[in-house]
Nanobody
């Protein structure tokens, strides 16, 4: 059975960097789309970005240029490297896997991690 486990969240200050990890076991990782979503207090779940099986990435405008998604198929792990963090990035970040697009639609993702908290202080 597919299981996703996020880690790496924490409390940082504005301008800092943080890298989240998500280990995805029990599936077909190298053939899957891996997405990152976030849920901020008082806000709807938001698509952050995703990485395609071929390594191409796509990001929402608010994080473009600051966040980078990568994958290590040998480690069945997807990463979210975050730079220049802002208070508005504060949220619970979720890793999810999809077998098909559209990759910015939460409905396409059939397995989700438990989430990891990222808090950015001003």
């Amino acid at each position: 059975q597919v299981q996703l486990v996020e880690s790496g969240g924490g409390l940082v200050q504005a301008g800092d960097s943080l890298r989240l990890s998500c280990v995805c076991s029990g599936g077909t990782f190298s053939n899957d789309y891996m997405g990152w979503f976030r849920q901020a207090p008082g806000k709807e779940r938001e698509f952050v970005g995703a990485i395609f099986p071929n390594g191409n990435t796509y990001y929402t405008d608010s994080v473009k240029g600051r966040f980078a998604i990568s994958r290590d198929n040998a480690k069945i792990t997807v990463y979210l490297q975050m730079h220049s963090l802002k208070p508005e990035d504060t949220a619970v970040y979720y890793c999810a896997r999809a077998r098909y697009g559209p990759i910015n639609s939460a409905a396409q993702y059939d397995y989700w991690g438990q989430g990891t908290q990222v808090t950015v202080s001003s």
